[in-house]
């Protein structure tokens, strides 16, 4: 078995909180943002539970983030999410200055960061993060289809 490598400690992170959405009965998409290798901020999907369609994981972890360092400029981070972001949330990044994306599975019916779109990378927009998909993406993928295939 090869050591974990970095990204993929902080992507298991991001499952364990996906499990919090599932538990919740939300799509079991998990997030967190890292800046110097500490956590600064977690969330996972609760629009259902919270009432408010912004509260994707993406964006509740980088609330939380925005929170912790005081300030809405999140330069030097790198967000972790289980699923590839939306366009929403590929805006919100590009609006706090996320440096890197890491991604598990890809989202191919919403995807921003490559499947549908591409606006994480766009030259269009005013800030450009890094992308990295499909770590751990086979057990992102799984969650999200386990989840899915019970509702059916």
Same mark, same amino acid.
């Given at each position: 078995?090869?050591? *974990?490598?970095?990204?993929?400690?902080?992507m298991?992170?991001? $499952? &364990? $909180?996906?499990? @919090?959405?599932?538990?919740?009965?939300?799509?079991?998409?998990?997030? !967190?943002?890292? #800046?110097? &290798?500490?956590?600064?901020?977690?969330?996972? %999907?609760?629009?259902?539970?919270? @009432? &408010?369609?912004?509260? @994707?994981? *993406?964006?509740?972890? $980088?609330?939380a983030?925005?929170? @912790?360092?005081?300030?809405?400029? #999140? =330069?030097?981070?790198?967000?972790?999410?289980? +699923?590839?972001?939306?366009?929403?949330?590929?805006?919100?990044?590009?609006?706090?200055?996320?440096?890197?994306?890491?991604?598990?599975?890809?989202?191919?019916?919403a995807?921003?960061?490559?499947?549908?779109?591409? +606006? !994480? *990378?766009?030259?269009?927009? %005013?800030?450009r =993060?890094?992308?990295?998909?499909?770590? +751990?993406? *086979? &057990?992102?993928?799984?969650?999200?289809? =386990?989840?899915?295939?019970?509702?059916?």
């Amino acid at each position: 078995m090869k050591p *974990e490598t970095h990204d993929e400690v902080f992507m298991g992170r991001a $499952l &364990d $909180l996906a499990r @919090h959405a599932e538990q919740a009965g939300e799509v079991p998409v998990g997030a !967190l943002v890292v #800046l110097n &290798d500490e956590v600064i901020g977690e969330g996972w %999907n609760q629009p259902i539970v919270s @009432h &408010d369609p912004t509260a @994707h994981a *993406e964006i509740v972890a $980088l609330r939380a983030a925005a929170a @912790h360092i005081k300030n809405y400029r #999140l =330069a030097d981070t790198i967000l972790y999410v289980t +699923l590839e972001p939306c366009a929403m949330c590929a805006g919100a990044i590009v609006q706090a200055r996320v440096a890197r994306v890491v991604y598990g599975a890809a989202d191919p019916k919403a995807g921003a960061a490559g499947s549908v779109f591409n +606006l !994480l *990378e766009s030259a269009s927009l %005013n800030h450009r =993060a890094q992308v990295t998909g499909g770590v +751990l993406a *086979e &057990d992102c993928r799984q969650g999200l289809k =386990a989840f899915f295939q019970a509702r059916r």
